[in-house]
């Protein structure tokens, strides 16, 4: 090979390798930005959707009793009972919200 072609070919090797870390940059940009990009939309999408904030202060209770027939002859059954809860359940908007999708 002659000094030319030499030249030729490291000249064609370091346009490869110069376009290759162009190409990276810019992968490591965009990445960048599509992970920002999620965020933003994320915030914006929590700061404008309606919604209720869950308490945690308030908690309901259930109380559970246990009852067995009289009658010594059948098995004995328990069963549970649910006391309603104390605490309410409320709403920021003036409108009712639909939700949809569930199974």
Request: a neutral charge; charged letters at 5%; glycine letters at 8%.
């Amino acid at each position: 090979m002659t000094m030319e072609g030499t030249q030729a070919a490291d000249a064609r090797i370091l346009a490869r390798d110069r376009a290759l870390s162009l190409l990276n940059n810019i992968t490591t940009y965009v990445a960048f930005a599509a992970v920002a990009g999620v965020g933003i939309l994320g915030t914006v999408s929590a700061l404008t959707i309606p919604g209720v904030a869950a308490s945690s202060t308030s908690s309901a209770t259930a109380s559970a009793t246990t009852s067995t027939p009289s009658d010594s002859s059948s098995t004995s059954s328990s069963s549970s009972v649910l006391a309603p809860s104390s605490g309410s359940v409320s709403s920021s908007s003036s409108s009712g919200v639909a939700v949809s999708g569930g199974s």
